[in-house]
């Protein structure tokens, strides 16, 4: 399967590694934040200033996790979830440019018929495509939009924070992924994000620290642990993953 991630995050054993782990798992339970309750309306997010820590300059700086579909398309008629499974394969042979052409094709023609209707599988597909082409801003739009229009789905607020860390904005991309989990707490990709985000938020305060106090080998040796961590390469029993 073709896609445009770069490589995602893993963790391997080792004692040191593991010591470094536990303070960094130590330092992310205390930002953790508390667990919030199911959300079945539109919430919105804080409105948070551009990251200032030069995070998109950081060459170790990884991408979380992309759902491929929404959780929910049963409302969908047979001809439609065809469809939308054709265009979910275009997109895996890496065919964005096409995938696009025939979902804003299908857009159209469905508004044309019933100007209120909205195909969930369709605009999330047409996220993924604007991501491929490398036209995040647009399809950071279209999955605020479908935050709006479908407050029910999680899959939108995950992919969006994983556009905002490609730019490195990994504040932002905690409040998305914060408004995932509290549109469904049990979203197992989100949550796993989440941990990983809060490994690369202590990474950027240790090189903060770093900067700001050079002498101060101890922020600098737990940076050094930390960007060890995101950079680690998978291990032989831990192949990588397709995203679900």
Do not use: C
């Amino acid at each position: 399967m073709t896609t445009n991630h770069v490589p995602f995050l893993r963790l391997r054993g080792g004692a040191g590694r593991a010591a470094a782990l536990a303070g960094v798992l130590a330092l992310g339970a205390a930002l953790a934040p508390a667990p919030l309750p199911a959300q079945t309306t539109t919430a919105t997010p804080p409105v948070l200033a551009p990251s200032s820590d030069g995070d998109q300059a950081i060459p170790w700086l990884s991408n979380l996790l992309e759902a491929l579909k929404p959780g929910v398309d049963t409302s969908l008629p047979e001809s439609s979830r065809a469809l939308a499974q054709r265009l979910e394969r275009q997109l895996d042979e890496g065919k964005a440019a096409q995938t696009l052409a025939e979902i804003d094709d299908r857009l159209a023609a469905d508004k044309q018929k019933s100007p209120d209707a909205t195909n969930a599988q369709l605009l999330f597909l047409k996220g993924r495509a604007l991501s491929q082409l490398g036209r995040r801003d647009e399809a950071k739009a279209v999955y605020r939009d479908m935050t709006e229009r479908f407050p029910e789905l999680p899959e939108p607020w995950n992919n969006l924070a994983a556009l905002e860390v490609a730019d490195g904005r990994l504040d932002q991309a905690k409040v998305a992924l914060e408004m995932a989990i509290r549109t469904d707490p049990n979203y197992a990709v989100a949550r796993e994000n989440l941990g990983d985000l809060y490994i690369m938020l202590a990474a950027r305060s240790y090189g903060t620290a770093t900067r700001l106090n050079p002498r101060d080998a101890g922020a600098s040796q737990k940076e050094t642990e930390t960007r060890r961590l995101l950079d680690a390469p998978a291990s032989s029993d831990h192949p990588p993953r397709t995203p679900r």
